[in-house]
């Protein structure tokens, strides 16, 4: 794994650990047409920490990246991002500008491209795409795309069109995208969807190397994965906080047994 994990360092950023919130949702509710997406919902994520975020079809998981990344806008209720960013008055480019990356479940990759022009119009995120494709890159500026490409095992791949790669290469691609863009916070929804075993391990290592140096929040389904990277895991249901803590803790709880096993 290479050290080099591509974050930007605040000022305050040695001071801190986990028991710091880099995310605070406090009390968000979210309604589409009557129905109750969110509910008085409340989530706090440490600074370097590793999230899991479980729960059934229909649980608000999905809705809750939303309103963190700007697309959806609560009824009520505040996302403080660092304890002072309050990205509910925020739109989606103001939130990313912030230091705030998503990955959506099915990749989206510029499939056109090969993978370094990829990793170079987002590292560019700031211009057009022609662009960025015609700006030079610093010297500095293609080590670190080399060095992703290497911690992502697609150093072999950097001049093939990205449509020809696999759905797992072009899961890690994706992933290396908002990498380079230097984010704080990951939100990554279902990023073991569709891998194959060994990627899945990888992907776990992958995320298990990134903790630390940024904070991360995955919404999974995959048991399996979700044991192998959680710090720590908040279970939805029907739009609300149904339990917190180690996979350990909530595998135990009997308010999630019923929900998952329906007894």
Not at 49 to 65: D, F, Q, S
Not at 120 to 141: H, N, Y
């Amino acid at each position: 794994m290479s050290e080099q994990l591509f974050t930007r360092q605040l000022p305050g950023d040695r001071y801190r650990d986990q028991t710091d919130p880099v995310l605070q949702l406090e009390g968000i509710n979210v309604s589409f047409d009557g129905f109750k997406a969110l509910t008085d919902l409340s989530l706090n994520i440490g600074v370097g920490e590793l999230r899991c975020v479980i729960g059934p079809n229909g649980a608000g998981k999905t809705t809750l990246m939303d309103v963190i990344t700007g697309k959806t806008r609560p009824q009520s209720g505040r996302a403080l991002y660092d304890q002072s960013t309050d990205l509910t008055t925020l739109d989606p480019i103001a939130i990313a500008r912030q230091g705030i990356g998503r990955k959506f479940q099915k990749p989206t990759v510029f499939e056109a491209l090969t993978v370094w022009e990829n990793l170079e119009l987002a590292m560019k995120g700031d211009k057009s795409v022609w662009a960025s494709l015609r700006a030079r890159l610093s010297s500095e500026q293609g080590d670190r795309i080399n060095e992703m490409l290497s911690l992502l095992r697609l150093g072999g791949e950097r001049h093939r069109r990205a449509g020809l790669l696999s759905h797992g290469q072009k899961q890690f691609l994706e992933i290396g995208m908002l990498l380079v863009q230097e984010p704080h916070l990951l939100l990554l929804d279902e990023p073991a969807a569709g891998m194959t075993d060994a990627e899945t391990e990888y992907t776990a290592e992958l995320f298990r190397t990134l903790a630390g140096k940024h904070s991360l929040m995955v919404v999974e389904h995959d048991m399996g994965f979700v044991e192998t990277i959680a710090d720590h895991v908040t279970v939805l249901h029907q739009g609300r906080v149904l339990a917190e803590g180690s996979l350990r803790e909530v595998q135990a709880n009997e308010q999630v047994i019923e929900v998952y096993l329906g007894r």
